[in-house]
């Protein structure tokens, strides 16, 4: 069973709809009830990050969440602002972070962008994993994926990332630190390759 949290930020049926294509249960959690039995949880996000982070810390479910996450260690896994939030701080807003990875959330530096529109980044990039890791299953090499963002996350710890991609500088696209990960791109959107690395998440 996959939890969607939702907080009124991020495309909860999308998600939904490609797990019913791989007949694999869901549920949505829009209260810390709903969240009570999780086995594996995902925390979508779009828009500004301070927006994001009021609307979770208004939602009732926080606490919750960090005594699932920090505490009965359930898999969890950002998406995009989502994953964001799962850092300490970000350059788009004041805000704190959820601190669950120890890294930091940067603007592109629009001077290295080589692209004629440099940000937001948007489009289809390569997601190369720098380790051989289950998220990654039959994703290990050609695989693409949808972006939407002009932040980018910065690990402290550079185990802590899993994939990179590059716009302008190489950046961490996806992340795992024990039982959280996260990914800067939309699976959602990102057609048989998102789908394959939902299905992964789901099996881990």
């Given at each position: 069973?996959?939890?969607?949290?939702?907080?009124?930020?991020?495309?909860?049926?999308?998600?939904q709809n490609v797990y019913k294509r791989l007949d694999i249960p869901?549920?949505?959690?829009?209260?810390?009830?709903?969240?009570?039995?999780?086995?594996?949880?995902i925390l979508p996000g779009v828009g500004a990050f301070d927006y994001a982070m009021a609307q979770l810390n208004c939602s009732g479910m926080?606490?919750?969440?960090?005594?699932?996450?920090l505490d009965?260690?359930?898999p969890i896994?950002?998406?995009?602002?989502?994953?964001?939030?799962?850092?300490?701080?970000?350059?788009?807003?004041?805000?704190?972070?959820?601190?669950?990875?120890?890294?930091?959330?940067?603007?592109?530096?629009?001077?290295l962008i080589q692209q004629r529109t440099k940000l937001p980044h948007m489009g289809w990039n390569d997601v190369k994993p720098v380790m051989s890791h289950p998220l990654f299953v039959?994703?290990?090499?050609?695989?693409?994926?949808?972006?939407?963002?002009s932040y980018y996350f910065k690990c402290?710890?550079?185990?802590?990332?899993?994939?990179i991609s590059d716009y302008g500088i190489p950046f961490s696209s996806a992340v795992n630190s024990d039982n959280v990960y996260g990914i800067q791109f939309h699976p959602e959107?990102?057609?048989?390759?998102?789908?394959?690395?939902?299905h992964n998440f789901a099996q881990l």
């Open positions: 069973m996959i939890t969607l949290i939702d907080y009124g930020v991020g495309n909860i049926f999308a998600f869901t549920k949505i959690a829009k209260t810390a009830a709903d969240l009570e039995d999780a086995e594996k949880l926080r606490e919750k969440l960090d005594e699932l996450v009965k260690k359930i896994i950002g998406i995009c602002v989502g994953m964001q939030m799962m850092g300490n701080r970000s350059d788009e807003g004041t805000s704190e972070g959820l601190k669950w990875i120890d890294a930091d959330i940067l603007k592109f530096d629009e001077r039959g994703l290990e090499e050609d695989a693409i994926f949808y972006f939407l963002h402290n710890k550079r185990e802590d990332s899993i994939a959107k990102s057609h048989q390759y998102g789908e394959k690395l939902l």
